[in-house]
């Protein structure tokens, strides 16, 4: 896609059009990550306030709980008719994937939360926005292999 639609061959109608197609699922996507950020937001909460628990195991129980949620409902919504074949497999890269970008969430939460002393839930809404901006494509793409 030719993001100057100056330079695209439709010109400034191709280009939109072009842009809505690509992005016609992104409102399932953020539905889906909304609740998926819920479920994380509640889980850390119940987990550092009603069990003592440090506020980073809360927030990583409460991510991978959100990621299976968010990888079933993707599947099964927001990407709907994409290549079933090998879920099992799409998965466990999937969550590997998550693993890695949950590594740098976890340093930006700290940073966040016990280095400029921001509480910690306010730090889940940062690192949630940034993530769901970052995991869109990647999603699109690699994971479910979605064609417009």
């Known amino acids: 896609m030719n993001i100057l639609f100056w330079k695209h061959e439709s010109g400034i109608r191709g280009w939109i059009k072009e842009l809505k197609k690509k992005f016609n699922r992104f ?9 998926g950020f819920f479920i994380n937001f509640f889980i ?3 987990f550092t306030e009603f069990f003592n628990l440090w506020y980073l195991f809360s927030y990583i129980t409460g991510s991978i709980v959100s990621w299976v949620f968010n990888f ?6 927001t990407f709907r008719g994409h290549e079933m074949t090998h879920t099992i497999k799409k998965y466990f890269f999937y969550i590997q994937i998550y693993a890695v970008i949950g590594l740098g969430s976890l340093a930006i939460m700290y940073i ?37």
């Open 27 to 35: 409102p399932y996507f953020i539905v889906i990550g909304t609740i």
């Open 44 to 46: 850390t909460f119940i």
């Open 72 to 77: 079933a409902m993707n599947s099964k919504i």
């Open 112 to 148: 966040l939360t016990s280095v400029l002393g921001l509480h910690y839930l306010m730090s889940i809404v940062i690192v949630a926005v940034t993530n769901s901006l970052a995991t869109y494509s990647f999603n699109r793409k690699i994971i479910f292999k979605y064609h417009d």
